[in-house]
């Protein structure tokens, strides 16, 4: 934790600015210290000097009136203070003629005593003033006491020389040195106490200052960074909503609103690649759906040629044996005698199915036959109910019910009346059959547009109220050879015939049912003559 700590951005700058404002305090400190006790020091040689100066004018005068009592007296009193360790007063030989300890009086210093260092330096060799000399030093006493000695010449003034009681010559500069030395235990206490001051409040200093950046630095950079780091393995994990809650000014806050704008952009793709996906998907499904309908289609129109090639061979093989068994029967019924009831019942039963047979090969061969249509321009209302009016009187449509609901606004279409009166006809006896002769057929036409064709057509609707279709069956009911009639009431061929015309006319034709509900033929044919030419 402490070393994820020290990595992070925020440690970094911690330790970075912590450690400069250290150095810093530390020099700052070294430098303040330094000029405080050059200070102190400072104000103790000037406190020394004017002492000095002092006592040099208070035994001036008993100097120049030769009262040596006087002298005597005046350094012991100064030289008695707590400030002032002694004073001493040599002549110019280094014989100490005046102290404030009087047991120095007479005592002859050395030329390397320090008080004759302070001015004058020798290494070995005779002693050599030192220019510009400060006329004072730190020394320590022989009881281990640091003091301050300065020493003061006694120069030889205009009133030296020349009062008659005097005897030194005008061209002697200097009649002695007075020594003064200083306790220094003041201004060390004092140097003491500042130090220790500015090292604790330095070091106080430092500690709020520590304290008061990690504040800083944690709601301005680690807090943010963060929270952006948070947002980004948020974002990482798929929470695109995730919001960085930084309101700041700054750069953070500008990364934050540049964060929460990237992380919006990418929901908004995300949501649109969704969309386009789930589109997409619906398209392909459309596709496939629409592929696998041709894919039927195509199946389905291969069945029929192949049913087709296989139905005119077959029909050319079975016509010619009908043919004769129905001309030779027809020769027996007329060579029978009337009264041999029997045989003459077996031989129309004969008739009938052969005939029924001759039927079913015409069927054939009209399913298999690609006959030329012959298009004019038909009204389909008017084409229906001419249609309408060749079934009604038949046996089967008289219980049934014709409810018709033409638009008047549909435009007559290139067909072959023909051929589409027979899908007519054979949709209508369907709808009979289904309803077992019994109820009401509706037949509607409209004019529609499709939009994925980008065609007009004419639709007409065939409706009846029979039992419907079941839902498995629908896509079965126009292949060839497929019905749901009895046995003996239908080939299969009808619906399959019709599918064929609708498409040589370019339309198109489809089944809706459900059972108990009836089923619903419809026709579509295009209003352009732009149906498949026959081949």
Known sequence: MIRKSLNSLAGKLIIAVGTLM??????????????????????????????????????????????????????????????????????????????????????TVGKDSSTCRICHKGDGKPLIAIPESKHWAIVTSPSGVKVMKLVMPIYNETACFSASCHYHPKEKRILGILETNFSTATVDTAIKQNRIGTFLFGGLFIIMISFCLCIILYKFVSRPVSLLDEGMHKLARGQLDHVIEIHSKDEMGLLAN?????????????????????????????????????????????????????????????????????????????RMPPENRQDIEDLEVIIEQAERCSKIVKGLLGFSRKTSAEKAFVNINTLTENTIAMVRNQAKFHNIKFNLKFDDSVPEIP???????????????????????????????????????????????????????????????????????????????????????????????????????GASFFVRLPIEDNAAADS
Request: aromatic residues 8%; hydrophobic residues 40%.
């Open 22 to 107: 250290t150095l810093g305090s530390i020099i700052f400190g070294f430098t303040f210290i330094r000029y405080e006790e050059k200070i102190m020091m400072n104000n103790l040689v000037s406190y020394a000097s004017s002492t000095a100066d002092l006592v040099k004018k208070g035994v001036s005068y008993d100097m120049l009136s030769g009262h040596r009592e006087a002298i005597a007296q005046t350094i012991e009193i100064v030289g008695s203070g707590s400030e002032i360790r002694d004073i001493a007063l040599f002549d110019k030989r280094g014989k100490i003629v005046f102290s404030s300890k009087k047991s120095e009086v007479g005592r």
């Open 258 to 334: 540049t964060f929460n704008t990237m992380a919006g952009d990418i929901k908004r793709y995300q949501d649109n690649m969704e969309n386009w996906t789930k589109a997409l998907e619906e398209e392909i499904q459309k596709k496939t759906s629409e592929i696998m309908k041709a894919h039927d289609q195509l199946i389905n129109a291969e069945k029929l040629a192949s049913l087709g090639r296989m139905a005119a061979g077959v029909a050319h093989e079975l016509n010619s044996p009908l043919t004769g068994i129905v001309t030779f029967a027809h020769l027996m019924l007329k």
């Open 415 to 517: 067909t072959d009346p023909n051929q589409l009166q027979q899908v007519f006809i054979n949709l209508f006896i369907n709808a009979a059959d289904a309803m077992n002769e019994r109820g009401q057929v509706t037949v509607a036409t409209r004019l529609i547009s499709d939009t994925t064709a980008g065609r007009k057509f004419v639709e007409i609707e065939f409706s009846d109220t029979g039992p419907g279709i079941p839902e498995e069956l629908l896509g079965r009911v126009f292949e060839p050879f497929f019905t749901t009639k009895p046995v003996g009431k239908g080939t299969g061929l009808g619906l399959a015939v019709s599918y064929g015309i609708i498409k040589k006319h370019g339309g198109n034709i489809f089944v809706r049912s459900e059972i108990g509900k």
